[in-house]
């Protein structure tokens, strides 16, 4: 089988609100890989996808797929989006306005395949909306219809930003196992960026993490989030938004990265520097939790 393995050696000056950034990524991607981008708000994630995806051009540097250069620019090579057989879904989702949820997802094959559509537009739930045109689709639904349509022309290669955010949990869950069984068919080397760590779990085989335009850690999700664990207890993190004085002690609402609300109590000597608003851990001194199974 070709060789498909990404290697990546790309600089670009960035500007942000707050400055300049040099984004500098030297990394490779091995074939039918599933790596996450995880990072912060303009860490440089979206502009490294767009780079491989040949929609946003290096200031410099090489992108390498196997003997195929995709991009050098000593010798001013850059594919076209086109020429790199990528499936990609982007945060804006990018539909064509003038085509129907089916002939969105019909186009995006290489070889047309009605039965292929058909199965994705149910696999998505969308079903009712086949003829609908996407200004007439919410936003998680336009969403659905992009990860179809890049799914339908069975890249060797998918690029993914977000492709879940503006879906509900049952949907998101849904849809990263569609996204897993379609790896598993296609051994596409896929890259996709996440906030959510549930999703980082469940679907990482590797981890990139990005700051400030650099990578400051490759690894699987066990090794990148679970250093610093406190020898594997319960650990919460969430945001103060109420500190309410009790007889003997205080009464702190959290709200959690996972947009839950949970009260937990807090004694004088852990509560003096604390004030509403301030990110803080909260872990089980003792650890022997009841475990229950939520319905989706
Ligand atoms: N073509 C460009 N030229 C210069 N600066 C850019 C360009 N594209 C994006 N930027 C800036 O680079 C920074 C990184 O943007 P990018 O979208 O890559 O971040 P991100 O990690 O994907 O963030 P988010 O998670 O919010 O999507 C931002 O400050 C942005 O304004």
């Not at 490294?48 to 001013?76: Q, Y």
């Not at 990482?204 to 664990?229: C, H, R």
């Not at 319960?234 to 709200?255: E, M, P, R, S, W």
Request: proline share 3%; with cysteine; charged share 20%.
């Amino acid at each position: 089988m070709e060789n498909r393995v990404i290697e990546i050696n790309v600089q670009k000056k960035l500007v942000s609100a707050h400055g300049t950034m040099l984004l500098h990524i030297k990394a490779s991607i091995c074939q039918g890989e599933l790596a996450v981008l995880f990072g912060e708000s303009g860490a440089g994630k979206t502009t490294l996808l767009r780079m491989i995806a040949g929609l946003t051009s290096p200031d410099s540097g090489v992108i390498k797929v196997g003997d195929s250069i995709w991009f050098h620019s000593d010798v001013n090579i850059n594919k076209t989006p086109q020429q790199r057989n990528i499936g990609f879904v982007f945060q804006d989702y990018a539909l064509f306005p003038n085509m129907s949820v089916y002939e969105n997802i019909i186009f995006g094959q290489k070889q047309k395949n009605k039965a292929h559509a058909l199965d994705l537009i149910n696999k998505f739930g969308l079903a009712e909306f086949t003829h609908r045109m996407p200004e007439k689709l919410s936003g998680g639904q336009k969403q659905r219809v992009a990860l179809a349509r890049a799914l339908a022309r069975k890249p060797d290669f998918l690029l993914l930003d977000e492709p879940l955010s503006a879906l509900d949990s049952n949907f998101r869950t849904s849809l990263q196992n569609e996204i897993l069984k379609a790896h598993s068919i296609t051994n596409a080397t896929t890259l996709l960026v996440s906030h959510d760590l549930t999703e980082v779990f469940r679907l990482a085989q590797k981890v990139i993490k990005i700051e400030n335009g650099k990578i400051t850690a490759i690894g699987k999700p066990d090794d990148i989030f679970l250093n610093n664990q406190i020898s594997g207890k319960v650990q919460i993190t969430g945001n103060i938004v109420k500190i309410q004085k009790q007889d003997t002690f205080y009464l702190l609402t959290v709200v959690t990265g996972m947009n839950q609300i949970v009260k937990v109590t807090a004694y004088d000597n852990e509560i003096h520097d604390l004030a509403e608003g301030d990110k803080i851990m909260v872990f089980s001194k003792a650890f022997n939790p009841l475990i229950m199974k939520v319905q989706n």
